[in-house]
Structure formats: C-alpha cells, structure tokens
C-alpha cells in the first residue's frame, strides 16, 4: 500500500513540473521540406510540408480559406482550406505540419522550361496572418 501512494505521488509530482507549451497566438510557420524541385506542367504534383505553432489553437476552418502560395511571377495567391485542428481541453496551444499537395502548375506562354518559388502563409480564424516563408525555387518543364 505505501508503495502505491508513493508511486502515486511521484506521478503527480512530476505531472505537475509539466508546463503546456507557450506560443505566440499568431501563427508561425518554418518550411519544413518539399516532395520535388521539378514537375512537367500540368501533370506533376508538388507536396509542400509546413510547420507551425499557434499559441491559441484556433487555426484551420472548413468555412473559409487559411493557406495561402503567392506565385513569385504573377503574384497571383491560390487560397485553400485547412481543416479545423483546435484541440479539445484546457491547453489549446497546437503545434504540428501541414503537407498540401499543389496540382497543377502552368507556364508563362512560350517558354520551353519556367521555375518560380511560392511565398506561403497561413491565417488564423481571429484573422492573424503567420509570418511568411519562402519555398524554393521550382522548375517547370512545359508543355
């Protein structure tokens, strides 16, 4: 018996010493990797893998857009959805990676090979845009 309290108050004692995470409730993002620097126009698919933190967990939505690729040549923004993630409990601070997997790629008219990067974000519900990061740079074989 005496064994199992103390057992019993060791676990409590270093479940105590355990802070939850403290992140910023703006999202951050790092890039984190790409699947392929290379893709033939129109038939390839790139997977981009993006981490993040967000101190209060209200990232994601299945309503509006919250990921967002600039296209360094057109400065064009693609917008998507990422799904509601917040977490249930008391401890909403999340932390984790995305992959989005960006289909299709187009080429400037005329050129025979094209490359570009994407400047790429993320948006909380609160409407708080993360810091940008920068992909790099990928070559287009075109049609």
């Given at each position: 018996?005496?064994?199992l309290?103390?057992?019993?108050?060791l676990?409590?004692f270093?479940?105590s010493c355990?802070?939850?995470p403290e992140?910023?409730?703006?999202?951050?993002?790092e890039?984190?990797s790409?699947s392929?620097?290379f893709?033939?126009?129109?038939?390839?698919s790139?997977?981009?893998?993006?981490?993040?933190?967000?101190g209060d967990?209200?990232l994601?939505s299945?309503?509006?857009p919250n990921?967002?690729?600039?296209d360094n040549r057109?400065?064009?923004t693609d917008?998507f959805?990422?799904?509601?993630?917040?977490?249930?409990?008391?401890?909403?601070?999340?932390?984790?990676?995305i992959?989005?997997t960006?289909f299709?790629?187009?080429?400037i008219?005329?050129k025979?090979?094209?490359?570009l990067?994407f400047?790429?974000?993320?948006?909380?519900?609160?409407g708080n845009?993360?810091?940008?990061v920068?992909s790099p740079m990928?070559?287009?074989?075109c049609?």
């Amino acid at each position: 018996m005496m064994r199992l309290f103390i057992i019993g108050t060791l676990i409590l004692f270093l479940g105590s010493c355990l802070n939850p995470p403290e992140y910023s409730p703006i999202p951050e993002i790092e890039f984190d990797s790409i699947s392929s620097t290379f893709a033939v126009a129109n038939q390839d698919s790139i997977t981009f893998f993006i981490t993040f933190t967000d101190g209060d967990g209200d990232l994601g939505s299945d309503e509006i857009p919250n990921l967002f690729f600039k296209d360094n040549r057109t400065l064009y923004t693609d917008s998507f959805k990422i799904p509601d993630i917040t977490p249930d409990g008391n401890v909403k601070a999340i932390s984790g990676r995305i992959s989005y997997t960006f289909f299709p790629f187009n080429c400037i008219p005329g050129k025979d090979f094209d490359s570009l990067f994407f400047t790429i974000y993320v948006a909380d519900r609160a409407g708080n845009n993360s810091n940008e990061v920068i992909s790099p740079m990928i070559t287009l074989q075109c049609d």
